[in-house]
């Protein structure tokens, strides 16, 4: 708006660029309240991402030759879906012990089982963690962290659409549209940028203007 505002009056004139209508939203008390509900969906969705991701390493969905894995921690076995199953495990437990403030690691059974403990614990404990200033921030992304991955690795049947837009944030071409949902989100992980799509919607409009300024200036 500011580039159009002081930009030259030359024929033919770009239309004025409509207000992007994006708002700050102050945090309820740390993420915001929509930041804090698609935490707590992506944590109860890790249960059955986790799972998918289990079935496929044992060979009982076929993994695609394009899929392309990596563990947070290299690969350790013959399966790097198995390793991505472990890892999570592992994450959950810790995360229960530190939201729980327990005097003992939390030792249960082996993967699915363990995870699903881990989620529930988690999930009773969902507004301790997310109005704990020491480890909201770390445990929320986390959890959007590992949500994506496993999206992404097991295949879980989500169409997602790559916008032709950079972020707003990290200038990146990294926004993803998962279909359903009502925003796009930066994929970036150190960014994470979330717009409604009426958000994103009225700033794609305008935004071969504002490159265009940006480019004249």
């Known amino acids: 708006m500011a580039c159009w505002a002081e930009g030259p009056r030359t024929a ?3 239309p004025r660029p409509l207000p992007l ?17 698609l935490i707590r969906r992506s944590l109860a969705e890790l249960d059955d991402l986790a799972a998918r ?37 592992g994450l959950l437990r810790d995360w229960e012990f530190t ?7 939390v030792r249960r059974g082996h993967l699915s089982t363990a995870i699903t403990a ?18 909201a921030v770390d445990f929320g992304t986390d959890i959007r962290v590992w949500h994506r991955k496993f999206l992404s690795a097991g295949h879980a ?14 200038h990146r071409m990294s926004l993803v549209w998962t279909e359903g949902d009502g925003h796009v989100e930066c994929q970036t992980p150190d960014c994470g940028r979330i717009m409604s799509l009426s958000e994103y919607e009225s700033y794609s409009s305008v935004y071969p203007y504002l490159a265009d300024a940006e480019g004249v200036a």
Do not use: Y
């Open 12 to 14: 033919p004139s770009p």
């Open 21 to 37: 209508g994006i708002i700050a939203i102050p945090g309820d008390p740390i993420w915001c309240g929509r930041d804090t509900a």
């Open 53 to 89: 991701a289990a079935a496929e390493a044992e060979g009982l969905r076929a993994p695609r030759g394009d899929q392309r894995v990596s563990g947070s921690r290299g690969t350790r076995t013959p399966s790097p879906l198995m390793d991505m199953v472990e890892d999570l495990t």
């Open 99 to 105: 939201v729980k403030r327990r005097e003992t690691p």
């Open 118 to 135: 881990s989620i529930d614990q988690l999930l009773l404990n969902f507004d301790r963690a997310m109005a704990n200033p020491d480890i």
């Open 157 to 170: 049947g989500t169409v997602r659409h790559t916008k032709p837009r950079p972020c707003t944030r990290c």
